[in-house]
C-alpha cells in the first residue's frame, strides 16, 4: 500500500514491472479487519474491483506481517488524557534516510540522534544524507558520528545522485527531516513525476494531500536496467520524533559509543546528570566518548520522560545546538 487519504487506501500490485507506470488500486477497509491499523508500506491483499478503473472500490481483507515498523510518539500537542499518541509512520522500510542541512538551517544532531533512536528501535538502517553541502563542509556532522560508522550522502543544488540512487536501490527507504533542509527537492528530483503522484493521492480521498501523511513513490528505474531501483516513502509534516514508546534502555541503542560505559554501573541507574554513581560521567571525563553524545543521550532520557526540549523543535529561532565542538554546550 501507497497511500492513505481519508478512510482510502490506494494500493499497486507487488509485481508491477520497474520502469512501468503504476496502476493504482483504490480500496476500503473490510470491517473484519476490526481496529487493525492500515499504513504505508503494508503488503494487503484485497478482494472485490481491483482493476483500478475510475470509481472502482476494492476491500483489504488481510494485513501481511510486518517485516518492520517504525514508530514515533506524536508532538506533545497530540496528546490524549491517557498521554502521548504514538503513531506509526510506515511498514516494512529497510532504511531511514535523515535528511539534514549543513547550512540554512543548520543541522540539529538531537533531531539526527533522535531519528538514529527510532530506527535502531525499528531493526532498520540508517542513512545520513546532507544537503547544500555547496553552503558548507561535513566535516563537524561526521566528527561528531565519527564512532558510530554511519552511512552517509552529499547532495549539492544540480549535482549527479549517482550515489544516493546506489544507496536506495533495492530498498523501501523512508525520508525525514525538517522542514527547509530540502527533502522536497530531493523528492523530486529523484521522482520527477513525485508532484503529479502527489496530485493522484489527493484525488483518492477528493480532498489535499496533508502534512501528517505520507506517500510511498516508486524510484524511476536507471537506464534499461531490470533490478529493483527501489522505493522511497516521502513523510511531509515530520517536525520532531518523540521516543515515549521506546524504553530507557533501547534508548541507548543509538549510542553505541556510550554502552561500554555503562557495563561497571548498577542495574538500575538511570544514567541521569542526577546518579552520582553513573559511570557515564567519568568515563567522558576520561576521553573515551564526545562529551556532546552524553549531552543528547540524557536530553532524550529527560524528553522521553516528558521533559519537552526546545532545541528538538524547528520553530525554536535559538537552537542552542550546533555540531562543531566549540559552540557546543558542555556535558
Given amino acids: 500500500m501507497i497511500t492513505v487519504d481519508r478512510g482510502r487506501y490506494g494500493c499497486v500490485r507487488e509485481d508491477a514491472p520497474a520502469g512501468g507506470d503504476l496502476q493504482m488500486i483504490t480500496a476500503m477497509r473490510a470491517r473484519e ?45 497530540d496528546t490524549t488524557p491517557e498521554g502521548r499518541l ?49 553552503l558548507s563542509g561535513p566535516e563537524a556532522v561526521l566528527d561528531y558520528y565519527a564512532e558510530l560508522d554511519l552511512p552517509y550522502v552529499l547532495v549539492q543544488p544540480d549535482s549527479d545522485l549517482t550515489e544516493v540512487r546506489k544507496a536506495l536501490a533495492g530498498q523501501i527507504s523512508v525520508l525525514v527531516g525538517h522542514s527547509g533542509v530540502g527533502k522536497s527537492t530531493l523528492v523530486n528530483r529523484l521522482v520527477p513525476d513525485a508532484l503529479r503522484a502527489v496530485g493522484a493521492v ?22 534499461r536496467s531490470r533490478k529493483d531501483p527501489g522505493w522511497i ?57 564526545d562529551p556532546r553524545r552524553l549531552t543528547s543521550y540524557r536530553r532524550l532520557l529527560s524528553s522521553r520522560a516528558g521533559e519537552p526540549d526546545p532545541r528538538d523543535d524547528p520553530r525554536d529561532p535559538n537552537p542552542h545546538e550546533a555540531t562543531p565542538p566549540t559552540d557546543h554546550p558542555p556535558a
Fill in 33 to 77: 479487519l476490526g481496529r487493525k491499523s492500515v499504513v504505508v508500506g503494508d503488503r494487503v491483499a484485497l478482494v472485490g474491483d481491483v482493476t483500478g478503473a475510475p470509481g472502482a472500490l476494492a476491500r483489504i481483507v488481510r494485513i501481511g506481517e510486518r517485516t518492520s515498523v517504525l514508530r514515533r510518539t506524536a508532538d506533545d500537542d
Fill in 202 to 223: 489527493s484525488a483518492i480521498g477528493k480532498g489535499r494531500h496533508t502534512s501528517t501523511s505520507a506517500v510511498a513513490l516508486r524510484l524511476p528505474a536507471v537506464g
Fill in 233 to 289: 516513502v516521502d513523510t511531509p509534516g515530520i517536525r520532531s520524533f518523540g521516543l515515549a514508546h521506546v524504553s530507557a534502555e533501547s534508548l541507548l541503542h543509538g549510542f553505541p559509543d556510550l554502552v561500554e560505559g555503562t557495563l561497571e554501573d548498577q542495574p538500575n541507574c538511570g544514567h541521569a546528570p542526577t546518579d552520582v554513581e553513573c559511570r557515564l560521567q567519568s568515563w567522558v571525563a576520561e576521553g573515551k566518548a
Fill in 86 to 134: 504514538e503513531r506509526v509512520v510506515v511498514a516494512n522500510a529497510d532504511q531511514l534516510v535523515i535528511v539534514s542541512a549543513l547550512a540554512d538551517p543548520p543541522p540539529r544532531t538531537g533531531f539526527i540522534d533522535r531519528c538514529l533512536v527510532a530506527a535502531y528501535d525499528a531493526d532498520i538502517e540508517p542513512l545520513l544524507c546532507l544537503t547544500k553541502a555547496d
